[in-house]
């Protein structure tokens, strides 16, 4: 019974080593950090049988990048670890028609994903985050998110935003407001604040640009 029990306890200790673990990330972060980002359909998987045993491939059909290294006009296949455990991402849908906003990185020359990547429904993303990723995010990477995690959190320089949907909405940080419709944008002079991506928002400081223009 004693051996049993060991047993058990090593096996859970052994899922919280071997376990995937990612922090969560906003958006905008999730772009700044990947090495591409691109919209595109998964039409086809296959498991690597030679040098890259223990991978899996998936097929891309990419409509449109975002961003990539030079001169990568076009991606077609990704790599992922087979086995959940070491982060392999798992595509479970089954509609080929579907499109994804998925990032990634550039390891050795191949095009990596894992679960702790930003892989999502094009669909599920609300108009300011599209915005976000295909245009306003590049623009803002100069700018760091920090996650709150508590009610004390601070910010050590202006380059940085405070993100508190982790704080507040804890479970789905992503549904956050500032996760959904801001971005944290440098002002031109090294300060970065939150600024709303809503298209009423964006028409409110273009009229008030244009104002000052013509007041000058």
């Known amino acids: 019974m004693l051996c049993l029990v060991v047993l058990l306890v090593l096996g859970c200790l052994g899922q919280d080593v071997w376990g995937c673990s990612c922090g969560r990330r906003h958006p905008q972060a999730a772009y700044c950090s990947a090495d591409f980002v691109i919209q595109g359909r998964f039409i086809g998987k296959t498991q690597h049988k030679t040098q890259e ?5 998936y097929e891309i059909k990419t409509t449109k990048i975002f961003k990539a290294p030079d001169g ?3 991606i077609q296949f990704l790599s992922t670890p087979l ?25 050795n020359g191949k095009l990596e994903i894992d679960q702790c990547n930003f892989i999502v ?14 245009e306003v995010y590049r623009k803002a990477c100069s700018c760091n998110i920090v996650p709150c995690y508590s009610g004390t959190c601070s910010l050590e320089s202006d380059s940085q935003c405070l993100w508190t949907d982790v704080l507040v909405h804890w479970q789905e940080p992503l549904n956050g407001a500032q996760s959904k419709y801001m971005a944290c944008v440098d002002q031109g002079n090294g300060l970065c604040t939150w600024e709303s991506q809503k298209p009423s928002a964006i028409a409110a400081r ?11």
Do not use: Y
Not at 53 to 57: M, N, S
Not at 122 to 134: E, I, P, T, V, Y
Not at 206 to 216: D, H, P, Q, V, Y
């Open 53 to 57: 045993q223990g991978r899996v491939k």
């Open 72 to 74: 990568m006009d076009d």
């Open 83 to 107: 086995m959940e455990s070491m982060c392999g991402f798992e595509h479970h849908i089954s509609n080929k028609s579907q499109t994804f906003l998925i990032t990634g990185h550039v390891v």
């Open 121 to 134: 429904p094009w669909a599920s993303l609300s108009a300011a985050q599209k915005r976000g990723f295909q």
């Open 206 to 216: 273009n009229k008030k640009a244009i104002s000052a223009t013509k007041e000058e």
